[in-house]
T-cell receptor, first 114, second 111 residues
Framework: KQEVTQIPAALSVPEGENLVLNCSFT??????LQWFRQDPGKGLTSLLL?????REQTSGRLNASLDKSSGRSTLYIAASQPGDSATYLC?????????????FGKGTLLTVNP | SQTIHQWPATLVQPVGSPLSLECTVE??????LYWYRQAAGRGLQLLFY??????ISSEVPQNLSASRPQDRQFILSSKKLLLSDSGFYLC??????????FGQGTRLTVV
């Protein structure tokens, strides 16, 4: 059974700082790994998808890396802004028989202070 | 483009009442569909997933059931709600093993 751990659970930084969010997972037999953002009371917004054969993926100020063999992924946010404040969730995907299942950790609550 | 609709956004129901939450996807065909629940202070828990019409897999034994009467429609139901059914329910879809997309969620409070 896939287990996902995200560290830190919460992070508060001043605006403009670069930061790293960590994700670890126990089952390395994944199809891919997604990073999501969740604003309070809202659904999840997909940020980045890294295929299992890839090492990293970039979108704007976001860069995600994947070390599948060690069961780790990091999300790097450059030049953080108050609008980046949200909960960030990582989700590795595995096969459940013939199905495709996403497992989630509890996320990292990020607060960027102006 | 693909979109996912989930309703209602909020719901307050008494204990013992029935439940029906609906999710529909537009702009794709034969998606994998998922129901997740997010309880306060906990991660997202996969409740049900479906790979086709009438095909439902349950992840956690519980008071809830799911149905997929049409290709892009996924319904979460209960005959009698319990207090422990309160939470934030999220529907999601994915095409094969590609990127997954989530709806805006339903906040269910059982009183």
């Amino acid at each position: 059974k896939q287990e996902v751990t995200q560290i830190p659970a919460a992070l508060s930084v001043p605006e403009g700082e670069n930061l790293v969010l960590n994700c670890s997972f126990t089952d390395s037999a994944i199809y891919n790994l997604q990073w999501f953002r969740q604003d309070p009371g809202k659904g999840l917004t997909s940020l980045l998808l890294i295929q299992s054969s890839q090492r990293e993926q970039t979108s704007g100020r976001l860069n995600a890396s994947l070390d599948k063999s060690s069961g780790r992924s990091t999300l790097y946010i450059a030049a953080s802004q108050p609008g980046d404040s949200a909960t960030y969730l990582c989700s590795p995907s595995n096969s459940g028989g013939s199905n495709y299942k996403l497992t989630f950790g509890k996320g990292t609550l990020l607060t960027v202070n102006p | 483009s693909q979109t996912i609709h989930q309703w209602p956004a909020t719901l307050v129901q008494p204990v013992g009442s029935p439940l029906s939450l609906e999710c529909t996807v537009e702009g794709t065909s034969n998606p994998n569909l998922y129901w997740y629940r997010q309880a306060a202070g906990r991660g997202l828990q996969l409740l049900f997933y479906s790979v086709g019409i009438g095909q439902i897999s349950s992840e956690v034994p519980q008071n809830l059931s799911a149905s997929r009467p049409q290709d892009r429609q996924f319904i979460l139901s209960s005959k009698k709600l319990l207090l422990s059914d309160s939470g934030f329910y999220l529907c999601a879809w994915a095409r094969g093993t590609t990127e997954a997309f989530f709806g805006q969620g339903t906040r269910l409070t059982v009183v």
